[in-house]
């Protein structure tokens, strides 16, 4: 058996990474610019850091900026009419996991326009060209979908998120800036932070897990956890410092893994609550975090032992059993330090049976370590109702 490794082309990090946008526009010869952004981004200014930036380099553009959290089929659609009114050759997105996976998803159709529909993108896409060339510009540290192979979709019909996988989708560039992160609130900051942590955490614990993705993880784990809560508390206070940098870096390193070998049961349950309830990605995935890692321990006790050490427990003297159960209390005490909610009062009893369902319906329950059935996801569900 081998394992596939897809990355970005290119990555830029660091403050002020933003100016490396132009030359990498001018130097393949595009003429014209599809910017994919949301609208408070454009309200708060975090779009036109990049389009002055294009302005003065004399590139042409056009905004399309109708995406809203968790993107709908319907964003898909007008974005993909708006590249085609625009007479585009390329893309630039600005924006969370929503505007770039809406991105990735209006590039894929454009070169594969028998999948106009959307739907047909679900799981593992069977498209054959790649997407229109895309440089992806996250302002939210999380979702790192600027360097997965992923996007994830809500059908409102249907009343469910979906996710594509398809290497075809991943951004030639990405251009990983905190500074285009420093208008996020505190909140944001925490819970699009705690995304990345369960990406790490179940990219470490999923089936497919593996040394050069280990190595990701581990690595993103131990990045999150010493800078996750000083990100938090610069958002509170305006003040910049070293966390907002560290969680930019975290997330786009756990991106790198997850990415590559899948995630599990915490992703599968979060996507239901985001499409039934409309919570927050990050939120969603935090609630369920401690509750996954709990019911997968007996089958992945060793791996969660090591994400003790990944997050700065002394284990020292611990048995392996009791590592895990440190690492589960590391990451209830991080989520309670930065005040992620612990119950979803949303979540109706009566809908408990469906939102099951429809998780171990979703593309990442498979990658979990340990089966689940039906009652026990239901069980778990009803660990975080209020
Ligand atoms: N493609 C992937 O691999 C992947 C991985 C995880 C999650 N996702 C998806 O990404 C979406 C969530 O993305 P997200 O958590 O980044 O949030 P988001 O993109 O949905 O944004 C949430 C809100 O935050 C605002 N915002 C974003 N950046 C800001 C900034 N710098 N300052 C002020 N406000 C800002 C946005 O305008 C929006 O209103 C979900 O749909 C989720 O399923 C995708
Ligand atoms: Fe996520």
Redesign the pocket.
């Given at each position: 058996m081998s394992n596939r490794i897809v990355l970005n082309t290119i990555s830029y990090h660091g403050a002020g990474a933003i100016k490396e946008i132009p030359g990498e526009i001018q130097r393949r010869g595009y003429q014209k610019v599809f910017v994919c952004?949301?609208?408070?981004?454009v309200?708060?200014g975090?779009t036109k850091k990049v389009t002055d930036l294009l302005d003065e380099a004399g590139i042409a553009w056009s905004l399309y900026d109708e995406?809203?959290?968790?993107?709908t089929i319907q964003n898909v659609q007008d974005g993909v009419e708006a590249f085609k009114a625009a007479e585009a050759d390329c893309i630039v997105t600005v924006?969370?996991?929503?505007?770039?996976?809406t991105a990735?998803a209006i590039g894929i159709i454009i070169n594969n326009p028998e999948f106009a529909d959307v739907r047909s993108l679900e799981g593992v896409a069977p498209t054959t060209k790649h997407a229109v060339f895309t440089i992806a510009v996250?302002?939210?540290a999380?979702?790192?979908?600027e360097v997965?192979?992923?996007?994830?979709?809500?059908d409102v019909e249907k009343v469910r998120?979906f996710?594509c996988v398809d290497t075809n989708d991943a951004p030639e560039v990405a251009v990983v800036d905190p500074e285009?992160?420093?208008?996020?609130?505190a909140g944001?900051t925490a819970?699009?932070g705690m995304?990345a942590l369960t990406?790490a955490i179940e990219g470490y614990t999923t089936k497919g897990a593996w040394e050069l993705t280990d190595m990701f993880h581990l690595k993103a784990i131990e990045l999150i956890s010493k800078n996750l809560r000083d990100a938090v508390a610069e958002a509170k206070s305006g003040e910049p410092g070293s966390g907002r940098e560290g969680m930019a870096l975290a997330q786009y390193i756990a991106?790198m893994g997850?990415?590559n070998v899948g995630l599990g049961i915490d992703?599968a349950m979060?996507?239901t609550l985001?499409a039934h309830y409309d919570t927050?990605?990050?939120v969603a995935?935090a609630m369920l975090l401690p509750i996954a890692m709990e019911f997968n321990k007996p089958v992945v006790v060793e791996r969660l032992a090591d994400v003790a050490v990944a997050m700065g427990v002394d284990t020292t003297g611990m048995t392996t059993d009791e590592a895990a159960d440190a690492a589960i209390a590391a990451v209830r005490q991080l989520s309670e330090d930065v005040n992620i909610p612990k119950v979803c009062e949303a979540i109706k009893a009566d809908e408990l049976d469906q939102i099951a369902d429809d998780a171990l319906a979703d593309a990442c329950y498979p990658g979990n370590p340990r089966e689940a059935d039906h009652d026990t996801v239901v069980e778990l569900f009803k660990k975080i109702m209020a």
């Amino acid at each position: 058996m081998s394992n596939r490794i897809v990355l970005n082309t290119i990555s830029y990090h660091g403050a002020g990474a933003i100016k490396e946008i132009p030359g990498e526009i001018q130097r393949r010869g595009y003429q014209k610019v599809f910017v994919c952004s949301d609208p408070d981004l454009v309200k708060f200014g975090v779009t036109k850091k990049v389009t002055d930036l294009l302005d003065e380099a004399g590139i042409a553009w056009s905004l399309y900026d109708e995406v809203k959290p968790n993107p709908t089929i319907q964003n898909v659609q007008d974005g993909v009419e708006a590249f085609k009114a625009a007479e585009a050759d390329c893309i630039v997105t600005v924006g969370g996991g929503s505007a770039m996976d809406t991105a990735k998803a209006i590039g894929i159709i454009i070169n594969n326009p028998e999948f106009a529909d959307v739907r047909s993108l679900e799981g593992v896409a069977p498209t054959t060209k790649h997407a229109v060339f895309t440089i992806a510009v996250p302002t939210t540290a999380g979702t790192a979908a600027e360097v997965t192979i992923n996007y994830v979709i809500t059908d409102v019909e249907k009343v469910r998120k979906f996710v594509c996988v398809d290497t075809n989708d991943a951004p030639e560039v990405a251009v990983v800036d905190p500074e285009m992160m420093a208008t996020m609130p505190a909140g944001l900051t925490a819970s699009t932070g705690m995304d990345a942590l369960t990406h790490a955490i179940e990219g470490y614990t999923t089936k497919g897990a593996w040394e050069l993705t280990d190595m990701f993880h581990l690595k993103a784990i131990e990045l999150i956890s010493k800078n996750l809560r000083d990100a938090v508390a610069e958002a509170k206070s305006g003040e910049p410092g070293s966390g907002r940098e560290g969680m930019a870096l975290a997330q786009y390193i756990a991106g790198m893994g997850f990415s590559n070998v899948g995630l599990g049961i915490d992703h599968a349950m979060a996507h239901t609550l985001s499409a039934h309830y409309d919570t927050p990605h990050g939120v969603a995935c935090a609630m369920l975090l401690p509750i996954a890692m709990e019911f997968n321990k007996p089958v992945v006790v060793e791996r969660l032992a090591d994400v003790a050490v990944a997050m700065g427990v002394d284990t020292t003297g611990m048995t392996t059993d009791e590592a895990a159960d440190a690492a589960i209390a590391a990451v209830r005490q991080l989520s309670e330090d930065v005040n992620i909610p612990k119950v979803c009062e949303a979540i109706k009893a009566d809908e408990l049976d469906q939102i099951a369902d429809d998780a171990l319906a979703d593309a990442c329950y498979p990658g979990n370590p340990r089966e689940a059935d039906h009652d026990t996801v239901v069980e778990l569900f009803k660990k975080i109702m209020a």
